[in-house]
């Protein structure tokens, strides 16, 4: 049993920055990370997701250029870095650790964390 406990979010305004972080109880480096949200009355998106060996990223379309992905394995942890925040972004963030194939996707998560809500004011 792996958790995952995410920080770092919080009230900002448009335009500005906020980093999550995302500490594993356990080993990830053989797995797959990514960073999924979920506003109210939406379905849980993903934003970005990373190979387990941190060579690879995935990012949805609206945040592409703005967040950047990124892993410690030997810290197990995972960070969102997210700039030119917009009211959109606003939702609860939530880690996985899932499978290394391509992106991932929520069907390839194994294990959740319980999330971290991010605001973003115009």
């Known amino acids: 049993q792996v958790q995952l406990v995410e920080s770092g979010g919080g009230l900002v305004q448009a335009g500005g920055s906020l980093t999550l972080s995302c500490a594993a109880s356990?080993?990830?480096?053989?797995?797959?990370m990514g960073w999924f949200r979920q506003a109210p009355g939406k379905e849980r998106e993903s934003v970005a997701s990373?190979?387990?060996?941190?060579?690879?990223?995935y990012y949805t379309d609206s945040v592409k250029g703005r967040f950047t992905i990124s892993r410690d394995n030997a810290k197990n942890t995972v960070y969102l870095r997210m700039n030119s925040l917009e009211p959109e972004d606003t939702a609860v963030y939530y880690c996985?650790?899932?499978?290394?194939?391509?992106?991932?996707?929520?069907?390839?998560?194994?294990?959740w964390g319980k999330g971290t809500l991010v605001t973003v004011s115009s």
């Open positions: 996985a650790l899932g499978r290394d194939i391509g992106a991932l996707t929520v069907r390839g998560v194994y294990y």
């Open positions: 356990g080993r990830t480096s053989n797995n797959g």
């Open positions: 990373i190979s387990r060996n941190g060579g690879d990223t």
